[in-house]
């Protein structure tokens, strides 16, 4: 897939340090370093970063199934966290499972190496 130059980051993605690793139609892999920053106070990665990476890559998984020149909005989206992550990289796979006129279905999971580290699911709604 031809990947759109400027429209697969956005200044948040940059700021919590987010890398595209691969991209494809409903289907999009992102990557994110533990870096200080991102810490919280029992020096693990930061639930709300974890959070934000699977928004982040879900958004795109959406972008790619429905098209760039359309945007996409989270609807909802819940997480279960399994294990902590204390240093290193993660990579977040997002897919979508079901893309209607409206709403996309996407699932998302987080891992370190082999290890699961979150799995999500989102609605987003087509605009």
């Not at 429209?7 to 690793?21: H, M, N």
């Not at 996407?106 to 190496?113: N, R, S, W, Y």
């Amino acid at each position: 897939m031809e990947i759109p130059v400027g429209l697969t980051q956005s200044a948040f993605s940059e700021l919590i340090g987010c890398r595209l690793q691969h991209l494809d139609e409903g289907v999009a892999e992102v990557a994110l370093t533990l870096e200080p920053q991102l810490r919280n106070r029992a020096g693990k990665l930061h639930g709300g970063a974890i959070f934000s990476l699977v928004d982040i890559t879900m958004g795109l998984a959406c972008s790619s199934s429905h098209g760039f020149d359309q945007q996409s909005a989270t609807i909802e989206c819940k997480i279960n966290y399994i294990r902590a992550v204390e240093d290193g990289d993660v990579l977040c796979i997002s897919r979508v499972i079901h893309a209607g006129r409206r709403t996309l279905v996407v699932e998302a999971d987080v891992h370190q190496g082999e290890r699961l580290i979150a799995k999500a699911q989102g609605t987003f709604a087509v605009l």
